[in-house]
């Protein structure tokens, strides 16, 4: 059997019934219930690849893998190797890990069962022909070569050849982007360049029959169907980094690198100049270690991602992996897709010409009947326009949906074109039971490609009347007119122009007909209509993405649309949203395939539009993107978008919509399927990344000054030890203390600060930019030197002038460290405002954190334990007032700082 190697091949829309039949060895009649079996046991399950759950050890794991991390291991490990005896520094890492483990872990663990809540468990069915007869089956049990039936509401188990169609319309949304649904037709025989949306005698797995019969035979199943090809190149893509993952990167390097220049630079001069033993060196390097390195950098980043997490999900933002958090606050690039995203994915109708010529406007999004006909501007009241009334009177009446309100909520059935029709009548005041009541349906003539038409009798005052809907051209055919030829034309001109703008055209007629007519007769094809008008039904923008991306523009970020859809159709979208107005705007997926990568990067540089593109295509214009320089975020909820949302640094699905595909191979969910919720993923992503630069800076500041004091003493010598050596100013475990407790506390609140203003009226950041940009080195460096120099020059007073002993003026250094770090906080909370215009206020927890921090530490002081832990002791009221005078002096130098570099803005 050679099935399998046939199986994968593209081109079955290509190849003959007969041909097709022969390749797959079965018949017209299906396979034989032993065949079936062999061809499963061969071919396996139908079913699509799935990566399991992380389980929870994994989760956990995931979260040591930091080179941040990897430094703060080998710390705790050389505290240990040179103090053996005392453990106490290194427990302190070590609990400072399991606490950012747990902390993140369970993060992690939240959002994926959030993520997988969503998924939609549906148990498909196929009825297939196995043996000469019709049986139902599990979908995961059809097999290549079957013969499947296909009915209206199935969803497609399989990719699948038709044989024999009846008015067959399949919605392929989730898999082309193509927003209306396909008629399908068996005849068609299309070239190897015909895309997946126009290959019209193939059904893929995954879509949905609209209405109308079919029957197939099976070409496709599990991962070499259309769907499952994309599902393996989902897994197997590695996809792009999330911007805080890179620049983390990046920070931890430099700060290993730095941690070794400057522990080689002091031991250097320790030893050959200063005179200081090995062992001695070695006590000062790991001091140098637990000083320099942010212990608590794991921990406050973790909280200030799970703080941004929760924020984003009151929002409508599921996150699904924590470090990708400000991913979107970071995207210069936001590739959407159109269906479902942008718009409602649902069709509307929003323009009306009548057969004089008026044209009036539907306002509203998706089914729901919120909005009013509009004729020049002004309302038009149910009842008051006769002409307009007839049209919406054929348009419920000739109409085999349903919409109705349940419970306060609307609910709908049918094909969306009925729907849209309904939704026109209710804003209109007419409601097609009410209507039927009045004009009972007696027969009906269902639609068919070959009619292009539908036709419903009902029964009525004076007769039984006749109410159709259709092809333009068929439609007007059956219409009388006094100029036949000429109105006929200039009605058909005013139809083409409405489609120009993306509309999808019904037009409307009426007549009667002679005698009675039941449901046992067979009716009559309507004649002598009178025409009463065209509407035009697109799916619309939903509500408020205009405003969103005229936002994302305004926060710097370029938004492009790429699509499977129709070329007309996303020009018509383009022109609301701004992005084009001619048909030059909008390149097809026709004129990628002949594109170069260098081509790719110019269009993405010119053009906004992409349509007809193919899942490979809107893949490889992602990374074009990044190739560009972008950080590249994309939206989607279709199986065509998941490798490109696998591709991007940040991958964006819909939660209500999408399919479980482009769910897993998205870091972001959106719940509500909505665009304009992207732009407040935007401003929280954004708030996330200026609240870990205040920690970062919070930290690092605080730790090189420490490192800053550190060298001061091993380079000058000072204060004496009597001996030729320099006093240690303060001991590892007393630089855990200010680094994890009362820093770490801090730092944590930190974490809680709301935005700044104007966060959305700023260009993104560079892509190249580090976490370290020249802001924060001058801040870092200024309160570096600020810090130690006021520390050291004050443990030397105490020493030389005051002639306190070591461990007294060690306590009082403590203290004033702290104080240091409790005044500094207020100067992090931004970079450029004043700390003097921002209440402590408005920042609660950091208010209570300070507060707490002190009070840690003041307890630490009285406490005997603590006190032989960290060597401290309580001080009197004049040496803690003279400690805070000093410790304000970085306040003030941060406060000229400030003010110094908004001067040099402006200029």
């Not at 902390?103 to 069915?125: D, H, P, V, W």
């Not at 003493?713 to 000072?718: E, N, P």
């Not at 730092?747 to 190249?768: I, M, N, W």
């Amino acid at each position: 059997m050679t099935i399998l190697a046939e199986q994968t091949k593209p081109l079955w829309h290509m190849i003959s019934t007969p041909d097709l039949v022969t390749q797959l060895a079965t018949s017209e009649n299906g396979l034989s219930n032993a065949e079936a079996r062999a061809r499963l046991e061969l071919y396996g399950r139908n079913r699509l690849p799935q990566k399991p759950p992380a389980a929870w050890w994994e989760i956990v794991l995931r979260q040591f893998m930091s080179p941040l991390i990897y430094i703060l291991t080998i710390a705790a490990i050389v505290s240990a190797i040179a103090h053996p005896e005392d453990l106490t520094d290194a427990i302190f890492i070590a609990a400072v890990l399991i606490i950012n483990a747990a902390i993140g872990g369970y993060q992690e663990g939240k959002a994926e069962q959030s993520s997988r809540a969503l998924q939609k468990l549906l148990q498909i069915r196929a009825s297939t022909l196995r043996d000469g007869e019709i049986r139902e089956i599990d979908a995961e049990e059809v097999v290549p070569g079957d013969i499947v039936w296909l009915e209206s509401r199935n969803r497609v188990p399989a990719d699948m050849r038709l044989l024999m169609t009846h008015g067959l319309e399949v919605d392929e949304s989730l898999l082309t982007g193509e927003s209306l649904s396909i008629l399908k037709d068996p005849c068609w025989m299309g070239d190897a360049s015909a895309p997946m949306a126009d290959r019209r005698n193939m059904a893929y797995a995954g879509s949905i029959i609209v209405r109308g019969r079919a029957k197939g035979i099976v070409v496709g199943t599990g991962t070499t169907t259309a769907v499952g090809q994309l599902a393996l190149d989902v897994m197997s893509a590695t996809g792009g980094k999330p911007p805080l993952l890179v620049r983390m990167e990046k920070f931890t390097r430099i700060v290993a690198s730095a941690v070794l220049v400057a522990a080689a630079a002091i031991a250097v001069v320790g030893v050959l100049l200063r005179g200081y033993d090995v062992s001695d060196m070695f006590l000062f390097g790991v001091a140098l270690a637990v000083s320099a390195i942010p212990e608590g950098l794991p921990v406050a980043l973790t909280v200030a991602l799970a703080i941004a997490t929760t924020r984003m999900a009151r929002r409508g933002v599921i996150v699904r992996r924590l470090a990708a958090v400000e991913g979107l606050g970071s995207c210069t690039l936001i590739g959407s897709d159109k269906t479902g995203t942008l718009t409602c994915n649902e069709l509307t109708v929003r323009e009306i010409g009548l057969p004089d010529g008026q044209a009036l406007e539907v306002t509203g999004e998706g089914f729901i009947p919120n909005g009013q006909v509009l004729l020049n501007g002004q309302p038009v009241l149910p009842g008051t326009h006769a002409t307009l009334n007839d049209l919406a009177k054929a348009a419920v009446l000739c109409n085999e949906g349903n919409l109705h309100q349940r419970d306060g909520s609307w609910i709908w059935r049918g094909d969306p074109t009925d729907v849209a029709l309904l939704s026109l009548g209710h804003k209109l005041g007419l409601v097609r039971e009410a209507i039927l009541s009045q004009h009972p349906q007696v027969n009906e003539i269902p639609f068919e490609p070959e009619h292009q038409y539908a036709a419903t009798f009902h029964s009525g005052a004076g007769g039984t009347f006749v109410w159709v809907k259709g092809a333009p051209e068929r439609v007007l055919s059956m219409c009388v007119f006094s100029d036949q030829e000429a109105r006929t034309q200039e009605l058909l001109a005013l139809a083409a122009s409405m489609a120009e703008r993306g509309y999808r055209i019904l037009a409307l007629a009426e007549g009667s007909v002679p005698g009675e007519l039941d449901s046992s007769q067979t009716p009559p094809e309507p004649a002598a209509l009178t025409f009463l008008g065209f509407v035009g039904m697109i799916d619309p923008l939903r509500a408020g993405v205009r405003e969103a991306v005229v936002a994302c523009h305004a926060a710097g970020v370029t938004v492009c649309m790429i699509t499977g859809d129709h070329p007309v159709t996303a020009l018509a979208i383009a022109r609301d949203l701004g992005f084009a107005d001619r048909p030059e705007q909008v390149i097809t997926g026709r004129e990628l395939e002949d594109m170069s990568p260098e081509q790719l990067i110019e269009a993405i540089q010119g053009v906004s539009v992409f349509a007809r593109a193919t899942p490979r295509q809107k893949l490889e214009l992602v990374k074009a993107a990044q190739q560009l320089g972008h950080y590249v975020a994309v939206t989607g909820d279709g199986i065509n978008d998941a490798p490109a949302l696998r591709q991007a640094n940040i991958g964006v699905a819909m939660g209500k919509s999408g399919t479980d595909v482009a769910r897993e191979a998205a870091e972001l969910v959106i719940t509500d399927d909505n665009f304009a919720t992207i732009i407040a993923g935007v401003e929280e992503g954004r708030i996330a990344y200026d609240n870990v630069r205040k920690v970062i800076y919070l930290l690092v500041s605080t730790g090189a000054a420490e490192v800053l004091l550190l060298g001061l003493a091993i380079m000058t010598g000072w204060p004496d030890t009597g001996a030729g050596l320099a006093v240690l100013p303060l001991f590892p475990v007393q630089l855990l203390w200010l680094n994890l407790v009362t820093n770490g506390i801090q730092d944590v609140a930190l974490a809680f600060e709301p935005g700044e203003t104007g966060v959305l009226q700023r260009s993104p950041r560079p892509p190249q930019e580090r976490v370290f940009n020249r802001l924060m080195v001058e801040r870092t460096i200024i309160a570096a030197v600020v810090i130690a120099l006021v520390g050291f020059g004050a443990f030397c007073w105490m020493i030389e002038v005051c002639s306190w002993s070591e461990g007294k003026a060690r306590n009082s250094l403590l203290l004033l460290m702290v104080l240091f770090e409790i005044i500094h906080i207020g100067n992090c909370r931004s970079e450029t405002t004043s700390a003097l215009r921002l209440s402590p206020f408005k920042s609660p927890i950091l208010l209570g954190g300070s507060v707490l921090a002190f009070l840690v530490h003041m307890a630490a002081m009285q406490v005997p334990f603590m006190q032989q832990i960290l060597r401290v002791e309580p001080v009197d009221f004049v040496t803690f007032v003279s400690l805070l005078g000093l410790a304000l002096t970085i306040f003030m130098a941060m406060e000229i700082h400030k003010w110094w570099w908004n001067i040099r803005r402006i200029r």
